[in-house]
C-alpha cells in the first residue's frame, strides 16, 4: 500500500505565496507521475500541475508564469511552488500518484492524499 502525505496549505493574502509538498510512502518501486489537483467549492477537480519522473511538467493554463512544480525522485516527493497567488486559487489542493509499482514488473496503480485547503484572501 501506498500513502500520500501532504502539507503546506494554510491562508495567505493575495499576491503571497506558498509551497505546498506531498510525500509518497510504502511499497514503491517506481511513480511515473505526480501531480496536484485542485477542487473549489462546487466545482470540479482540475489538474494544477503534474511532473514526470524524468522531469516533463505540465501546468493548467490559469497558473502558468506563478506556479512551478518540482520534484525528488530520491523521496518521491513532489513541490509546487505558488507565487502570485490570486483568490481564485483558493481551494482543496490534492497530491496525485499516477502509474505507481510496487515492484518492477508489478500491476500499475494510482493513489491519492486527502487534501490540503488553500484559502487566498484579504
Known amino acids: 500500500q501506498v500513502q500520500l502525505v501532504e502539507s503546506g496549505g494554510g491562508l495567505v493574502q493575495p499576491g503571497g505565496s506558498l509551497r505546498l509538498s506531498c510525500a509518497a510512502s510504502?511499497?514503491?518501486?517506481?511513480?511515473?507521475?505526480m501531480g496536484w489537483y485542485r477542487q473549489a467549492s462546487g466545482n470540479q477537480r482540475e489538474l494544477v500541475a503534474a511532473?514526470?519522473?524524468?522531469?516533463?511538467?505540465n501546468y493548467e493554463d490559469s497558473v502558468k508564469g506563478r506556479f512551478t512544480i518540482s520534484r525528488d525522485n530520491a523521496k518521491n516527493t513532489v513541490y509546487p511552488q505558488m507565487n502570485s497567488l490570486k483568490p481564485e486559487d483558493t481551494a482543496v489542493y490534492y497530491c496525485?500518484?499516477?502509474?505507481?509499482?510496487?515492484?518492477?514488473?508489478?500491476?500499475?496503480?494510482?493513489?491519492w492524499g486527502q487534501g490540503t485547503q488553500v484559502t487566498v484572501s484579504a
Open positions: 510504502g511499497s514503491i518501486f517506481s511513480i511515473d507521475v
Open positions: 496525485n500518484a499516477e502509474n505507481v509499482r510496487s515492484t518492477a514488473w508489478g500491476r500499475l496503480n494510482n493513489y
Open positions: 511532473i514526470t519522473r524524468g522531469g516533463s511538467t
